[in-house]
């Protein structure tokens, strides 16, 4: 046992398969992300970047987790619960996000042809990382990460208790409202970027948003992580092709974040007082950002080619 809480050894395939079918499925499935939160935290907050990459990972599924299962859990105070594990995402994001950045500009090819801006923001974001470290909310405290861990525990046995019909209403529900939400987004994204569509209305680019559809699918797919855990008969291999879907989705945020971080960097005093950096930074950001359109276009696509096998494999469960 670790001294915050339950055994950080995870359940065995075998004890999973057993408990299937049933909210003990879903109970299960929240023991091994408590467990590898736990097991990775220490790390984390010592600076380890992956360590720090898995604590969000394991936050970012208890978030899908209490979405799911938030309706049907009594006197659960979800504000205490997850301030704490919001506020050390967000910490942690940023170095990773930095560390993101840098290695995108690192590897790609189009950044060589800008021999005098690409090292100029490689330095910017060196230090970025360095102060990022340094600021005092990075400075999270164990313990109260550890209280909010306990709350979880709690939840996590309401969960494991609720009567069956209960259990499969509140999942239903609340996985098809999720289908629901990403399907509407990629739908604008097929309209707005796919082959042999019709002119979109123009108001389908005011409302689509690619940072939604990239929060929505990620939410999406730990909740379909969940169900199946759960024993719900999901039909074909949705997974699989929100994935793909999904490489593209992030693959477009780094490239959009790096071309908007070199356009805010630009405005730097040092910057404005070199030309010909100037001049650099503007066309490097104007070029990662002719980048991303690809990215959009490949996951209209896939969404062309699959969206509808996901709707009837998820909505069908």
Known sequence: MTPEGRSCKPLSYNTRMALAGQPGGAAAYLDDVLAKLRRHLEQALAGDTEAMHEVRVMIRRLGAARDLFEPATVGVDWKSVGQPLRR??????????????MNQLLTCEEAKAFPKATPWVLDQLAQRRVNSKAQPDNHIDQAWICRALKRWDRARDQIAALPLPRFESVLRSSLICQVDQFARNADLAARLFGTNQPAPPRTDALFFDPHDLR???KLLRYSLDISVAAGLPIRGDPMEHLKRMQVELGRWHDLHVLAETITQLATDDAARR???LQRELAALAAKLGAMTRPHLAEFAALWQKWGGQIRSAILGA
Request: charged share 35%; no cysteine.
């Open 88 to 101: 050390l995402h967000k910490a942690m994001g940023r170095v990773r996000e930095i560390d993101v950045l």
């Open 274 to 276: 070199d030309a010909d």
């Open 215 to 217: 929060i929505a699918g």
